[in-house]
């Protein structure tokens, strides 16, 4: 993204690739390192999703890297095209009818069901070029109470929802139930081989 446009001057411009309305800029990550924060938040507009999303959701993630330029009647034009778009659309992890990019993930708190933190997500895992799981470093007590390795791997159906302000990530389930699901077995097993990323 080019410097000279801050978020705050983007929040609320309609996004347009070429003359076509993509969606409204709400937002971006809080988080206190730049690093963490490449992607906004869009709300995309109903018949784009609809054309351009495998699954449909109302909220995907913009690459800050694909703002090109302000448009004379103030909306935001990108420099890429709709399919490239579409690519990076597909390289996200949904959480609650929500679209996220990898970075947009990276290094939130974990917490079960029951308000335990589990612990921070390092890392993403693929399998057959899909986003199956979040690699999360757990914190030393959940280590102990749960008998978890250095790293585990939760996977992204167990993922409810997020919190913005807080930068949390909420599970479906309790830290207990987590470690006995078929698919969390799976995924910590090491019959299972990953994509490179």
Not at 139 to 165: C, N, W
């Amino acid at each position: 993204m080019n410097e000279e446009y801050r978020i705050q001057e983007l929040i609320q411009r309609e996004v347009y690739v070429g003359d076509k309305l993509v969606g409204i800029i709400t937002g971006e990550r809080f988080h206190p390192s730049d690093d963490y924060v490449k992607s906004m938040r869009l709300q995309v507009v109903d018949n784009i999703a609809n054309e351009y999303m495998r699954k449909p959701a109302e909220y995907a993630p913009l690459s800050k890297e694909l703002v090109h330029s302000i448009r004379s009647d103030g909306g935001v034009k990108l420099s890429k095209s709709m399919r490239e778009l579409q690519r990076r659309w597909r390289n996200t992890i949904r959480i609650d009818e929500k679209l996220y990019a990898p970075d947009e993930l990276r290094d939130r708190a974990v917490l079960d069901n029951d308000g335990a933190d589990i612990g921070n997500v390092i890392g993403l895992v693929k399998l057959k070029r899909t986003y199956k799981g979040l690699v999360v470093k757990p914190h030393f007590r959940m280590k102990t109470k749960y008998d978890l390795p250095e790293t585990i791997i939760v996977p992204v159906g167990q993922l409810s929802r997020t919190t913005a302000r807080l930068d949390e990530i909420i599970l479906k389930c309790s830290a207990k139930r987590l470690t006995t699901l078929p698919s969390y077995l799976k995924l910590n097993s090491d019959e299972v081989s990953f994509d490179n990323e």
